[in-house]
């Protein structure tokens, strides 16, 4: 198999701890949710996201309701697109506060930082939106990371457990999908960007799965604990 020439990585459980987003920017956009509606409600980005909401849950509703059903999305975890959107929003007050910022494991940096030195390109692919994977790069604690980035996704250009997403992100870089590599901490993720021909790298952290996954159970992905032991 050839050595991949691009990177296409996940953020949470693969750069950076799922305690983070889970207990930090979660908490922040779910207590934040409902004075962020009634102040921007009626601006036409907000409001797209928040009909979005709307038509899922059966059409004209109050903002109340819409305002609910997204923490309970919140609560739950949903990889929703029109959450994802809204979130991004919320956060971006709280990294220009400085209430908080983005955590990244140590070597990360690091490591990003020698790959753009030598040439290889590196794209962000996360259920967050595009803005928050841009706030979380760019407020991160290592600084502002973003100009190591080449491109980002997120689940607008499709699921990240659907083979058809990684085709789509292959056509949009313009590479080989044998050229590229995939990290990410869910196997079931690397089992679709595999089915469309990519290559993988399974982030097995101990912070993040306290018992391993070996054998079997990483579906045969290259497992690896950290990003100094991803060879390229």
């Not at 506060?97 to 962000?124: C, D, I, M, Q, R």
Request: with cysteine; net charge negative; charged share 20%.
């Amino acid at each position: 198999m050839p050595h991949p020439t691009v990177i296409l990585t996940d953020i949470e459980g693969t750069t950076s701890s799922i305690s983070f987003v889970k207990n930090v920017l979660f908490p922040y956009a779910r207590k934040a949710l409902p004075a962020f509606v009634a102040a921007h409600g009626q601006q036409p980005e907000v409001r797209r996201w928040l009909d979005a909401v709307a038509v899922e849950i059966g059409g004209a509703c109050q903002d109340s309701l819409i305002v609910e059903t997204l923490q309970g999305w919140i609560d739950q975890d949903r990889k929703h697109t029109a959450l994802k959107a809204l979130q991004g929003m919320i956060w971006e007050d709280g990294y220009r506060n400085g209430e908080y910022k983005a955590h990244f494991y140590p070597e990360v940096a690091a490591v990003l930082s020698g790959w753009h030195a030598e040439g290889k390109p590196l794209y962000v692919y996360s259920s967050g939106s595009v803005p928050a994977q841009k706030q979380f790069f760019g407020f991160s604690e290592a600084g502002d990371l973003t100009g190591l980035v080449s491109g980002w996704f997120d689940t607008e250009i499709g699921g990240k457990r659907e083979a058809e997403s990684y085709r789509n992100i292959v056509k949009a870089i313009g590479v080989p999908a044998g050229q590229i590599v995939f990290l990410s901490d869910v196997v079931e993720e690397l089992d679709a960007a595999r089915e469309a021909g990519l290559q993988t790298r399974l982030l097995d952290r101990l912070d993040d799965y306290p018992l391993p996954r070996t054998g079997e159970a990483t579906h045969g992905h290259d497992r690896v604990e950290n990003f100094q032991q991803i060879t390229l």
